[in-house]
């Protein structure tokens, strides 16, 4: 494609997160400390793994509390599974529109024209959501679930019968970037010798909580441009192709999405690219974590197989790759007890709730029989809910299942390396060493 050659120079750029890195321990001043103990909105909070207790404390002590004056504006944490299901089964009350405010924590900037704010199907209510949403959920149908195993079986063994045993590599870049980067250019039937940019791509728009950070919002505005003209030509080209079978055409010949304009077109890539990489790819990156903080879980899987459909959803519990949404208050509402206002900013905090010891025993422990792991809203709940979520589940179901068929053991040789933050929960990078038991 004509798009390839403007891509290039962007290949050898640093990732998103070492850009934010290094310009956060140059300027730590760009963010200010916390207002309060309940200002949990920090990448840093998640990025060092100081999360748990602070969440234990808030869900124990004040589930639902106000934060006022915070780097993010006033807003309200939710913080436990019954209030959170609560307001997202309410959509008409509680907003996601981009024109209230979108889905995350932060305010799009009062100087800025709403119609650079991020327009997609995630960030929009009824019934604008319900079109777009019943045209993109036709790709990820029980149905092409069975279509894609077979394809999601081979490469994921091909992939670990490549793995080098017994020396140290990434399994981040190595194995999770790589499958759902695979994955993703199978749903879009996007170019296999540009693969790769679906990656960077998604690595540099979803660093959205560096927007205070000049050299990164540049970086995300061109990775932003870079992929809308990239998928701009595919779409072109697929346009001229007739009706096929990947999202894309589903997209091109529908009424909801055939005819986008420049902005929602950019939001609903962004949408589509970072949603099937990043929450994907950091569940399968916290398989090992957890199998290695777990060690009595892996021995039960590996005596166990027909445990790997069953460890799925606690997985991706114990994970919560998707830390918060925001939902906008349109009119004055009682939330258990609290006064909620109009135009009120309320954060659900998934990761919490994930971790709810009303609802989940021992909470904090990775077990892969948890009779009631499926209640997690890792995938957000209501008309919301990840609309790819089978496919997620599908490729980590199958991720442990070859593991254990080609008896691959994965160990950590040194610390993992967080990223994202207040948004997505992820991994940066994951040494590892592999043996055959």
């Not at 441009?225 to 091109?252: C, H, K, P, V």
């Not at 959803?313 to 009119?331: D, F, K, N, Q």
Request: aromatic share 8%; net charge negative.
């Amino acid at each position: 494609m004509a798009s390839s050659a403007r891509v290039t120079d962007y290949r050898g750029f640093p990732s998103a997160q070492e850009v934010i890195a290094r310009c956060l321990a140059e300027n730590p001043e760009i963010f200010p400390p916390p207002v309060s103990e309940w200002d949990v909105g920090r990448a840093e909070l998640f990025n060092e793994e100081r999360w748990e207790p602070v969440f234990r404390r808030m869900r124990a002590e004040a589930p639902i509390n106000k934060v006022s004056g915070a780097i993010h504006g006033d807003y309200w944490n939710v913080a436990t599974l019954k209030p959170i299901v609560h307001v997202e089964s309410l959509p008409e009350l509680y907003s996601s529109s981009y024109v209230h405010g979108g889905v995350t924590m932060h305010d799009w900037p009062k100087d800025m024209s709403l119609d650079l704010a991020l327009q997609s199907f995630i960030s929009m209510d009824r019934p604008d959501h319900t079109e777009r949403r019943r045209v993109v959920a036709q790709a990820f149908t029980p149905s092409e679930m069975v279509r894609l195993t077979d394809e999601v079986r081979e490469r994921t063994g091909r992939l670990l019968d490549s793995l080098p045993e017994g020396e140290e590599f990434d399994w981040v870049s190595q194995v999770s970037v790589r499958l759902t980067t695979a994955m993703l250019a199978v749903i879009f039937d996007f170019p296999r010798e540009d693969m790769d940019l679906l990656g960077f791509w998604s690595d540099w728009v979803g660093a959205i909580e560096a927007g205070k950070i000049p050299e990164v919002t540049q970086g995300r505005t061109r990775a932003k441009t870079e992929m809308a003209d990239y998928f701009r030509e595919l779409w072109a080209e697929r346009a001229r192709q007739g009706e096929r079978n990947d999202l894309l055409s589903r997209m091109i010949h529908s009424d909801a999405l055939g005819d986008l304009g420049d902005i929602e077109f950019t939001g609903t890539m962004t949408t589509l690219v970072t949603g099937g990489n990043d929450t994907t790819r950091n569940t399968m990156s916290g398989l090992v974590h957890a199998l290695h903080l777990f060690p009595d879980q892996r021995t039960l899987l590996e005596s166990n197989p027909s445990l790997a459909a069953t460890a799925v959803p606690e997985v991706i519990r114990w994970v919560s790759p998707l830390v918060h949404m925001r939902r906008t208050a349109l009119a004055d509402a009682d939330l258990f007890g609290h006064e909620i206002k109009a135009g009120d900013k309320l954060v659900l905090w998934y990761i919490s709730a994930n971790r709810d010891e009303s609802v989940f025993d021992d909470p904090d422990r990775f077990w892969i029989e948890r009779p009631n792991a499926r209640r997690h809203v890792a995938f957000g709940y209501g008309i919301h809910r990840c609309v790819g979520a089978r496919l997620a589940e599908l490729q980590l179901r199958v991720l442990i299942e070859e593991l254990l068929a080609k008896r691959v053991r994965v160990h950590l040789a040194g610390e993992p390396q967080r990223c994202g933050g207040a948004f997505l929960h992820g991994y940066h990078r994951l040494p590892v060493t592999v043996e055959r038991y």
